[in-house]
Structure formats: C-alpha cells, structure tokens
C-alpha cells in the first residue's frame, strides 16, 4: 500500500497486527463526534473551493467533490450510511467513503489541512450553530414569559428578601425579572459566538503550511468573522480537542 493510500486510513492501518476490539472502541471517537458531520463537509467544501481557486486542485476535482459530498449528505440525512468504527472518527469516515464515491479527488481535499485544524474548524462550526439555536430558545423563551406578564400586570404578590414577606409587587413585574436575566444570557451567547467565530484552518499541524490557501477566502465561504492570527492557538485554544504546545525551553 503506498503512503499516499494511508492518509484516507486510520493510524492503527500501520500495524502488521489486527488491532483489538477492546483497543479499537476505546480510541475511537465516532460514536459521538459524527454529530459533527455537517460541519465536517461544509468546512471540507469550503477548503475545496478554495483549493481550486488557488489552482491547487483542478475544476474537475471540485467538481466531484462537491458531487461526492452532496451524496454523503443524502445518506448520512436518511440514515443510510454506514459509520465504520475501524476509521474512528466522523473526518476518517467521510474522507474514505469520498474517495470512495469520487476517487483521486477525494485524496487531494485533504491537500494543505492537517486533522488538527480540521478538527478545530469543524468544532467551531458546530459550536456555532448551537449557540444560533441556544439563542434562538432564549428569545423564545423570553416572549412566553412577556405573554405570562402582560395580562398579569395587576395580579399583587408578596416580593421577599431575606426570605421575608417584604413589599407587595405585580405578578407581571415578577416575570420580567426572569426575561432580564435571560437577556443577559442570550448576551453571553452572542458574546461566545464572537470569539470563536475565527477560522483555525490554514494552521495545518502546527505552523500552517508551504501551500498558498487564501484563509480570507474560506472564512468568507463558511461565514466566519476573520482568521485566527496564530497557528499555534489556532489547533490549541479551548475550542479545540489537540493538544496544546509545549512551553519553549529558553
């Protein structure tokens, strides 16, 4: 097998000895990182798309990517795909079942990406749509509490303090207390959402790559508010699973 054919397989390929099933569920991580997977392609189209603009990859390549990708996410919607645990994680699985579907091209999306920054992209990415969601269920969540107020406005109840009955208040009024502090969380989240709204890929393992990527370009096609500006926090800030770097030894 040339080495070329390994990097669409998992580490444990390069064993002449048949990996244990104990050994195999306890290193992989597919069973709870497929959630990933929507992020996993669009981050994969996105750095295709600039691939070929860079004329790293050909037209043709782009193209079959994107036909490639467009069916694992008809299977992977209807259920029908099939999560191998021998490839460990979602990135191994989707990468071989698109060389399988599309060949070479399949190979050469990987081209400039090492897993570190992919992995960090494809956590940002779905961090993202769940603080969308999560901000979303606080608004909503602050307009039923508003229909609660309204007609409730001239309903008096005991306010305490220091679990003490202390000055009477509106019922209404009471409610809006808690549409306050859920602002101030739906704040928390869009605040979040900021900050990690930057791109990591292009950061490669560690110290970004020879290959002229234009990060701009792939922050712009996934939404994203700029570039991480340093490699190394880029694959090790908290949002993402790799390690962090050793300290420098002066």
């Avoid at 994680?89 to 190979?107: C, F, P, S, W, Y």
Wanted: aromatic letters at 6%.
């Amino acid at each position: 097998m040339s080495q070329l054919d390994h990097k669409s397989e998992a580490w444990s390929a390069l064993f002449s000895e048949p990996m244990s099933d104990l050994v195999k569920r306890y290193t992989a991580s597919v069973f709870f990182d497929k959630r990933l997977w929507q992020a996993d392609i669009a981050g994969s189209l996105a750095h295709a798309a600039m691939l070929q603009k860079q004329g790293v990859i050909s037209a043709t390549d782009l193209a079959d990517i994107r036909r490639g990708m467009e069916q694992i996410r008809q299977e992977i919607a209807s259920g029908g795909f099939e999560w191998k645990l021998d490839l460990e994680d979602v990135h191994l699985n989707i990468e071989a079942r698109l060389t399988q579907l599309v060949g070479d091209a399949g190979k050469r999306l990987h081209t400039g990406r090492s897993r570190n920054d992919q992995v960090a992209t494809d956590v940002r990415l779905w961090l993202r749509g769940e603080i969308d969601l999560i901000a979303d269920l606080l608004v909503d969540l602050q307009k039923a509490l508003l229909k609660i107020a309204e007609p409730n406005v001239d309903v008096v109840l005991p306010g305490f303090t220091h679990l003490q009955v202390a000055q009477p208040v509106s019922f209404g009024h009471h409610m809006l207390a808690y549409v306050e502090m859920f602002a101030r969380d739906h704040e928390r989240m869009l605040d979040v959402r900021k900050r990690l709204n930057r791109l990591p890929l292009g950061a490669a393992a560690l110290a970004g790559t020879s290959y002229p990527l234009d990060r701009e370009f792939v922050a712009r096609e996934l939404g994203m508010d700029g570039v991480c500006q340093n490699s190394l926090d880029a694959v090790s800030d908290a949002t993402s699973p790799s390690s962090s770097p050793p300290p420098p030894r002066w």
